[in-house]
């Protein structure tokens, strides 16, 4: 029984196309994250969502944008896909913002 | 320079081996700090969590805290090939406008051969 999944595992796309991943968590938490990982395995926070309030947006461009709909669910459309963009999308999600967070298997995304 | 830095290895010892991992960090501000196991293509899992400085145990890994030194270590005894993985420290603060951020390392790839 997954507590964090993520849909699709892998997307191949082309440069100018919009796409979205969606996440969704069985464990009752409240927090929800988008981390962004490299190809060097650097994580780094997109974005989180506590109770469907937005509560971290990092540096992200524009074209990134989440949406939760409630607080299991929280996706992640990307408008006007780059190259720059291939990367490991996971979503995470924890209790409290001070808690461990669980990890989903990630998106596995690449603009050709 | 980098809010946390990790040894990024790689690292290759043989089964049974003491392993150590460690990251240094510069923002005082973190409190909490973690540990996480990344195997090929999955999510990373969490091994330890701690908060306060000195060593916790779980089992055949010690994480220890040094806040004024501002180095965190991760110990793994008796290691077994399942072990090889890629570790990342994580640390976070508890307030502010960076409260639920977690700052993540660079992982240290580990290979435990038998």
């Known amino acids: 029984d997954t507590a964090v999944s993520q849909t699709p595992k892998y997307l191949v796309t082309q440069m100018g196309n919009d796409k979205s991943i969606k996440c969704e968590q069985n464990l009752g938490h409240d927090t929800m994250y988008w981390y962004k990982q490299d190809s060097k395995k650097f994580l780094k926070i997109m974005f989180s969502y506590n109770n469907k309030e937005l509560i971290i947006n990092e540096t992200v461009p524009n074209r990134f944008s989440p949406k939760s709909p409630d607080k299991a669910h929280l996706n992640l459309h990307i408008n006007s896909l780059e190259l720059g963009d291939s990367a490991v999308y996971f979503c995470a999600s924890s209790q409290e913002r001070n808690s461990p967070l669980h990890f989903g298997n990630g998106t596995r995304l690449t603009v050709t | ?114």
């Not at chain 2, 290895?9 to 392993?19: H, R």
């Not at chain 2, 973190?30 to 400085?53: D, I, N, V």
């Not at chain 2, 960076?98 to 993540?104: E, N």
């Open chain 2, 1 to 114: 320079q980098k809010e946390v830095e990790q040894d990024p290895g790689p690292l290759s010892v043989p089964e049974g081996a003491i392993v150590s991992l460690n990251c240094t960090y510069s923002n005082s501000a973190f409190q909490y700090f973690m540990w996480y196991r990344q195997y090929s293509r999955k999510g990373p899992e969490l091994l330890m969590y701690t908060y306060s400085s000195g060593n916790k145990e779980d089992g055949r890994f010690t994480a220890q805290v040094d806040k004024s030194s501002k180095y965190i270590s991760l110990f793994i005894r008796d290691s077994q090939p399942s072990d090889s993985a890629t570790y990342l420290c994580a640390m976070g603060v508890a307030g502010g406008t960076s409260y639920g951020k977690l700052t993540f390392g660079q992982g240290t790839i580990l290979t435990v051969h038998p």
